[in-house]
């Protein structure tokens, strides 16, 4: 199975912050990359699909890059809404794996 | 509206089974690849299981092959996962998701979950 890093583990960071989080594959996954982020008690909700596409009615503030192996998830100008945990997840392969996750914190 | 709700989840004694279930709306379920999700209590996002659209390919991750089986009705718009010799590493929110019309796709959306609780 391919494996899905991401760091930090968790962060804090205070409202209007640029956030930076790094996803890594154990190989490449192309583009094949999501993210999404989850809120406590809620389900996960789609952020970014192909490592940079941002869903329907998600604010321009988050965007993804990346390719290959290494991808980043940028919060600019974080809000109150954006404290969350994200998760990314590879599709490429047969057998989906998602990353461990990245707490987002308010310092 | 996309719609998927799941039902089933409960409190298991070790060694025994379950059956979810997940009811789809406000799309044409026969269309789409689904999946199954767990969160255990705390901890992260593990995929353990898809089915094509109409049923005839089912993938499953090595911690629950040979233990659970995914199957869908697209007449009555269900998915479903049937869950046997259970322990306390299945204790999780298992959570029904969507794919897409090929198998590599992202996942949207997601139901909100039925927990399972593994416990004697």
């Known amino acids: 199975d391919i494996q899905m890093t991401q760091s930090p583990s968790a962060l804090s960071a205070s409202v209007g912050d640029k956030v930076t989080i790094t996803c890594r594959a154990s190989?490449?996954?192309?583009?094949?990359l999501a993210w999404y982020q989850q809120k406590p008690g809620n389900a996960p909700k789609l952020l970014i699909t192909?490592?940079?596409t941002l869903d329907g009615g998600v604010p321009s503030r988050f965007s993804g890059s990346g390719s290959g192996t290494e991808f980043t998830l940028t919060i600019t100008s974080l809000q109150p809404e954006d404290f969350a945990t994200y998760y990314c997840?590879?599709?490429?392969?047969?057998?989906?794996?998602f990353g461990g996750g990245t707490k987002v914190e308010i310092e | 509206e996309v719609q998927l709700v799941e039902s089933g989840g409960g409190l298991v004694q070790p060694g025994g089974s379950l059956r979810l279930s997940c009811e789809a709306s406000?799309?044409?379920?026969?269309?789409?690849?689904m999946n199954w999700v767990r969160q255990p209590p705390g901890k992260g996002l593990a995929w353990i299981s898809r089915?094509?659209?109409?049923?005839?390919?089912?993938q499953y991750a090595d911690s629950v092959q040979g233990r659970f089986t995914i199957s869908r009705d697209n007449a009555k718009n269900r998915l479903y996962l049937e869950a046997k010799s259970l322990s306390n590493d299945d204790t999780a929110v298992y959570f029904c998701?969507?794919?897409?019309?090929?198998?590599?796709?992202?996942?949207?959306?997601w139901g909100n979950g039925t927990l399972v609780t593994v416990s004697s």
């Open positions: 998701v969507r794919g897409g019309m090929s198998v590599r796709s992202w996942f949207d959306p």
């Open positions: 406000g799309f044409s379920f026969s269309l789409y690849w």
């Open positions: 089915i094509n659209s109409d049923g005839s390919t089912t």
């Open positions: 190989q490449s996954v192309s583009m094949w």
């Open positions: 192909k490592a940079s």
């Open positions: 997840q590879q599709y490429s392969s047969s057998s989906v794996t």
